[in-house]
Each structure stands twice: as C-alpha cells, then as structure tokens.
C-alpha cells in the first residue's frame, strides 16, 4: 500500500490555507524582511496568510524606549502599536503586499469602539484584503490600565460596527487577562465575528536587577513567547470548545510539535509571533517539520487534527 | 552605505574556531566567510548558541568587531544571560547568525578620523580603524574603560595610534574620553577637517555629540538598544531622532550625532 502524503491544506472559513501557519500580527514585516534577507521572501513565503502590523486610524509613534525586555523563555513588549496609520498603510503597503503569494489578513486597533468600524469601511474597499483582524487585546495603548477586549460589551460593540461595515471574514483577537475568555468570545461571536484569534499577549512586567525600576518605558507591556504556550493552549481549548467558529491559536509557538498541539486543542491555524524574533525563516522549518511529525505519526490531514484533544477519551 | 549598495543579509550556522579572554570581555571568532565578505565597519549581527534551547530565546545584537577572509569575530561582555551564554562559546560550538545587519559608519570623508570607543562600545572600532587605515585614512584612537580588567581590550588596537584612559587610573590616564578628545578636533586650515566614530554608552555619545558640534567636526555614532528581531519587523530597538522614532536596526546603529535627539 502508498502511503499518501499528509494534507497540509486547510479552510479557515472563505481563506484557502497552503498549510495552517500564518504569522501574529506586528512580529513579521516581509516589506522589511525582503530588503534585507537574501531568501526571496515573496516566492518563498514562509506564512500560509500574511499579517501586516495593527494600523488604526491615524499614526501612532509608539511608547518609549525601552520597549523590549527578554525574560525566562519570553519576551516583554511595550511597542505601543507604531504604526503609518491606515490611510498611508492602505496607499504605500497593500499595493506592494499584493504580490504575495498569501490572502492578507490587515489587523486594526482603535482607541474607541467606533474606529474599528471606520477602518473595516476603508478596508472593505480593498480587494487584497482577504479578512480583518479586530486587535481589541493590544495591552500597550491603554489610558485606564484596561483593554477594550477585556470587557465582552465593547468587544461586541467593536465587532458589530465592524461587521456593519464590512463583509469580509472578520476574524477578533482575544485577550488573555480576562476572567473568563468564553464570555468575551461569546459576545464576539454574538456581534458577528466570523472568527477567533487566541491570545494576544500576557501582561506582565520587569524590574531592572539594578535600580529595582520598572525596565520597560511604558512600565508595563505584554508578555510573549514560549512562558505563555500554556495559557494560551488553555484558552483556544476551551474557546474551540463552546463556540462553533474556526480558532486561530497562538502563543508561545516555537516548534512543530506546538503547532501539532494548538491544532488538537481546537485551532483550525497556528500563528507564530516571537519566534520569528528567533528565526525570521522559523514558521517555513515548522511547516516542513509539521509535515514530519504527521508522517510519523500517521496523521492523515491537518482537519483531521484539530480539537482532536477535546474527543472523549 | 545607502538603500542602492544595500546587500542582503543571511542566516548561517557557524563553528566557533576560537575563543580567547581579553581582559573582562571575550572575543570569539566563528567561521562565516559570507558574513565576512560583505561586512562594513559599525554592521552587526544578530547571533545565539545554535539549537533548541528556549532560554535564552532571542539572539543578541553583537558588533562586528573584525572580519578577515572566512572569520567573523565579536567582542562580548557577560553582562546578561544571553551575552554570557555567547561568552561561554567554546571552539566547536555552533552559533546560529544572522547579518550583517544594520547601517554602519560612512567611510567616505578624507579627514583624519578619531575614533572614540567607551568599554565595550570599543568592538566595533577594530575594523573600522583597519578599513580606514586601508583607505589611506589617518586614525587616532581614544579608548575609555572604567579599570584595567576592561582596558585590556585596548590591544586590539596596537597597531594605532592610541590614548587609553580608565576611570579609576588603573591603567593609561585617569578620566573620560571627553578630556583629550577637544585637543584632537582642531580644523588645520587647507586640510579636511578630522571627524568622529564613537560607540560606547549613552552619556559618552551624547559627550561625543556636543564636543564634536561645539568644534564643528562631524561625528557618527554607533548606538546600543534592546532588540528582538534585528531586522526591521519589531519596531523595539527605537531611538529618539530630530522629529521621530527610529529603528535602530536598520536606519542605524549608526546615526549622524546630530540627528539624534537626547
């Protein structure tokens, strides 16, 4: 008997996925990249969908230096959404991101809840877009010490003036520092989102070992990379469980095998986020090792994998 | 170096062929002919312990100290886990790289140049005063260190003309840079005027900076921030300059002094 290869290709809802990695938002810029690494980036695609930086209305200059901090296995961030600002970002970015061999999946954050519909109405017009992330989980711009996505009425409140004003997949992205993640999912979902992406990062902080003051210039930010793969393993199991829309999980993905696990506990795609920081070409040797794994373990399709963790025993 | 002569950048894993203490730092020489082909003094590299260790889990800028044929070599200094990690690199180990990275020191002017190097900042200076010695360049070197242990780093550059200060005197003069370096920017009339290469920490540069404005001579500066990704995606390693952020990673390390905002 031939062995058949195993299906890398999966369907995140209307996105036909060459195999289920895509990369987190604000962790990979291939107009960048392309510039300086030698791989062609745009034949050589290492994502199944491409997702640029969060862009809001107008542009930001992010937080104070300093904004990055390595911790055990994890990575502090307090950016602060830099970004060109939707209007340049639609102008000078998404004509070049065309060329990509990947659906785009543009990401946007506002300040109010009104501006996530303004920036899917301004999106809606594009056809390179494929879908939009609802960043409501960004821990770095907030005024009061809390994300929009932390409270489930302005999250549905954000989803339902962007689906009013849009009729591509919309996808929202939750945030891990809530009580209960399900009911802000729920409401999500309620609102019209046609998808989830589990987790944006972890809030956290670091001192200076030094001056025992706080190192990051926004004293706080959010935490990544492989300290928080069980936090966010956690909530796409529980999410993918009690909603019927498709997952997109992440946090702390670094390896094949965590790809493997995201998908068993209910993501239908994985993205990797710090650990492109690692290794700009990462998500294209976890694609090849996913294939490995799967072979080995005869595992016959990527949709025959996932929520394979919630099944009865 | 500008966006037309920009070569592209690549990730290779490299053996460590040598690995020698100098004075508190350690300088490590790995194998990456491609690295040292195209490197341009003030470029650096994103580099870790090659495998699947997830702790430390970023690689580390580190300055290309020198290059020579197929050797890349780095100047490190065990201040964290990772810069510890890299000083511990034994011949036969593996380091995975990236580079060469970043914008480094335009080498284009005529003047003698006076490098300026303050601890571990003085790396990057080695092939740079090598390649503007090549070039005909008159180089002067102005090193500072807080004690012996890291003055030691000095003999990196004994084929120059070079003035060796620690703070505590322990070895060449007692002081900072910023004492001998006025002396050293003197315009002789019909001549082109010196000009400045300086790495080392903040209140140094900004040193540098205000001396070099205050005798009209030009000076670039190399700077140190925290990075993740090194090429561009993260948007973390930004520095204040006149009007905006910029990413240290790829509109710098090096600055114009005077772009920077303090």
């Given at each position: 008997m031939v062995k058949m290869p195993p299906e890398l290709a999966v369907s995140l809802g209307p996105l036909k996925l060459a195999h289920p990695i895509i990369n987190a938002s604000g962790t990979f810029d291939v107009l960048e990249a392309d510039k300086i690494l030698e791989a062609d980036l745009f034949h050589d695609f290492p994502f199944a969908a491409y997702v640029p930086k969060t862009v809001t209305l107008e542009p930001r200059e992010g937080n104070t230096p300093p904004r990055l901090y390595e911790t055990p296995a994890g990575l502090l961030n307090s950016i602060g959404l830099a970004n060109k600002g939707i209007e340049s970002f639609i102008a000078e970015d998404l004509p070049r991101l065309r060329e990509l061999p990947a659906p785009i999946i543009a990401s946007v954050a506002g300040g109010r809840t009104e501006d996530y519909g303004r920036c899917c109405r301004l999106l809606?017009?594009?056809?390179?877009?494929a879908a939009v992330e609802l960043n409501?989980?960004?821990?770095?711009?907030?005024t009061d010490g809390?994300?929009?996505?932390?409270?489930p009425q302005q999250t549905a409140r954000a989803a339902a003036l962007a689906r009013q004003e849009t009729s591509k997949f919309l996808i929202v992205k939750l945030s891990?520092?809530?009580?209960d993640i399900v009911a802000v999912a729920r409401a999500a979902a309620g609102a019209g989102a046609d998808c989830l992406s589990v987790i944006n990062t972890v809030h956290g902080m670091a001192l200076d070992p030094w001056s025992l003051k706080p190192v990051l210039g926004h004293t706080t930010g959010g935490l990544s990379g492989p300290a928080i793969k069980p936090v966010a393993l956690r909530a796409v199991y529980l999410v993918s469980r009690e909603l019927d829309i498709p997952v997109i999980g992440m946090g702390g993905v670094t390896t094949s095998q965590d790809v493997l696990e995201f998908l068993a506990a209910g993501a239908t795609a994985v993205a990797v986020g710090t650990a492109n920081f690692r290794d700009p070409l990462a998500a294209a040797r976890l694609a090849l090792g996913l294939k490995e794994l799967m072979v080995e373990r005869g595992i016959g399709s990527v949709a025959g994998l996932i929520g394979r963790a919630q099944a009865p025993p | 170096m500008d966006a037309e002569n920009f070569i592209p950048a690549s990730l290779y894993v490299c053996p460590v062929v040598a690995s020698r203490p100098v004075g508190a730092y350690r300088q490590v020489a790995f194998v990456a002919p491609e690295i040292a082909a195209l490197a341009h003094p003030g470029q650096f590299i994103m580099v870790r312990r090659a495998g699947p260790a997830l702790d430390p889990l970023l690689p580390r800028p580190m300055c290309i100290s020198d290059a020579d044929s197929d050797l890349v070599k780095i100047l490190v200094e065990p201040v964290g886990k990772g810069s510890a990690k890299l000083a511990a690199s034994q011949v036969g180990d593996r380091l995975s790289v990236m580079g060469p990275l970043g914008t480094g020191f335009d080498l284009e002017g005529e003047g003698p140049a006076v490098l300026v190097g303050g601890g571990i900042g003085v790396s990057p200076l080695v092939l740079t005063a090598g390649t503007l010695a090549e070039r005909g360049r008159a180089v002067r070197c102005i090193l500072g260190f807080r004690a012996r242990q890291q003055a030691v780093?000095?003999?990196?550059?004994?084929?120059f003309d070079v003035d060796v200060l620690t703070e505590d005197g322990?070895?060449?003069?007692?002081?900072?840079?910023?004492?001998?370096l006025p002396g050293c920017l003197a315009i002789e009339p019909g001549q082109p005027a010196p000009e400045v290469f300086a790495c080392g920490p903040d209140g140094m540069l900004w040193e540098v900076a205000r001396i070099s404005r205050e005798c009209g001579v030009r000076a670039q500066v190399s700077v140190a921030t925290h990075m993740a990704c090194g090429i561009g995606s993260c948007q973390g390693c930004v520095i204040r300059t006149k009007g905006s952020y910029r990413k240290a990673c790829t509109s710098g390390p090096v600055f114009e002094a005077g772009e920077l905002e303090w």
């Open positions: 809606d017009a594009q056809e390179e877009v409501v989980s960004c821990p770095n711009v907030e809390r994300a929009l996505g932390s409270d891990p520092n809530v009580t | 780093a000095a003999e990196l550059f004994r084929d322990s070895m060449g003069r007692t002081g900072l840079v910023n004492e001998p």
